[in-house]
């Protein structure tokens, strides 16, 4: 008689390997363990490694088990904050500074990587917002393993 294996579920603590593939409502694909030079990501539950919601979906989940995930935006990198755009003196910015780069920079509350919106006469306009605040986020997840 064949002894039954009992199935590994996905806890909370665990340490889990995954292949995903992110992608927005639209459809454009924004981050892929299957991208070049990439892997399935490993990462320890309950230790603030992933986005809320991509842990949540993982929960129950077992070995071989595949499933795709929706994450509200406050359980991925929040809403967008419009207080998080500023306009600041563009002397204090490098003399090439240009529309869409991405810089860091330093707040009252520490580092901080902002996106350039628009280069003025004598300001810089900038968003500290997460490139993906606000939007919705859809994960195709598969377990490769559970310790």
Same mark, same amino acid.
């Given at each position: 008689?064949a002894?039954?294996?009992?199935?590994?579920l996905?806890k909370?603590g665990?340490?889990?390997?995954?292949?995903y593939?992110? &992608?927005?409502?639209? *459809?454009s694909?924004?981050?892929? @363990?299957f991208?070049?030079?990439?892997g =399935?990501?490993t #990462?320890?539950?309950?230790?603030?490694q992933?986005?809320?919601?991509?842990? &949540?979906?993982?929960? *129950?989940?077992g070995?071989?088990? @595949?499933k795709?995930?929706?994450i509200? =935006?406050?359980? #991925?990198?929040g809403?967008?904050?419009?207080?998080?755009?500023?306009?600041?003196?563009?002397?204090?910015?490098?003399?090439d500074?240009?529309?869409?780069s991405?810089l860091?920079?330093?707040?009252?509350a520490?580092?901080?990587?902002?996106?350039v919106?628009?280069?003025?006469?004598?300001?810089?306009?900038?968003d500290?917002?997460h490139?993906?605040?606000?939007?919705?986020?859809?994960?195709?997840?598969?377990?490769?393993?559970?310790n």
């Open positions: 008689m002894k039954k294996t009992k199935k590994i996905v909370d665990d340490s889990v390997t995954v292949n593939t992110g &992608k927005l409502e639209d *459809g694909v924004f981050d892929s @363990s991208n070049e030079g990439r =399935p990501l #990462a320890q539950l309950g230790s603030n992933l986005i809320p919601g991509f842990e &949540k979906g993982l929960i *129950g989940m070995v071989g088990e @595949s795709m995930v929706e509200a =935006p406050f359980e #991925a990198y809403n967008y904050r419009p207080d998080m755009v500023s306009e600041i003196e563009k002397s204090k910015f490098p003399e500074v240009t529309v869409g991405t860091q920079g330093m707040s009252q520490g580092p901080v990587i902002v996106t919106l628009e280069v003025n006469e004598d300001t810089v306009k900038v500290a917002n490139p993906l605040a606000g939007k919705k986020l859809i994960f195709e997840i598969e377990v490769i393993s559970v």
